[in-house]
Nanobody, 125 residues
Framework: QIQLVESGGGLVQAGGSLRLSCAAS????????MAWFRQETGKARQRVAV????????YLTDSVKGRFTISRDNAKNTVSLQMNSLKPEDTAVYYC??????????????????WGQGTQVTVSS
């Protein structure tokens, strides 16, 4: 079993930056694909970014390309999401998730077996 704990959320003004971190315990994450999802109030959970096991390949949803960067440190068992040029529409609860290799190609949250508890990001205008 693996436990994921997110940190780094908070309140920031539009145009600002935040860095989210996800720390894993109970199992090394080097064998898992890691991703960040977000969920706005009343909306479905959406995958924002995903990184392969080695960290060599990343995918970002179109709305955050050029602003967000996902990275991982397998030695420290962590994955991060650097968020720059934040917009009010980025406001959501952000979740860290992990899964087997094939979930890279599948953005549906139901395909990820491991989840953190979420961290709130609020961007004020």
């Amino acid at each position: 079993q693996i436990q994921l704990v997110e940190s780094g959320g908070g309140l920031v003004q539009a145009g600002g930056s935040l860095r989210l971190s996800c720390a894993a315990s109970g199992r090394t994450v080097s064998s898992l694909v890691m991703a960040w999802f977000r969920q706005e109030t009343g909306k479905a959970r959406q995958r924002v970014a995903v990184v392969t096991r080695s960290g060599s390949i990343t995918y970002l949803t179109d709305s955050v390309k050029g602003r967000f960067t996902i990275s991982r440190d397998n030695a420290k068992n962590t994955v991060s999401l650097q968020m720059n040029s934040l917009k009010p529409e980025d406001t959501a609860v952000y979740y860290c998730a992990a899964g087997p290799d094939w979930v890279v190609a599948d953005p549906r949250p139901t395909t990820y077996p491991y989840w953190g508890q979420g961290t709130q990001v609020t961007v004020s205008s």
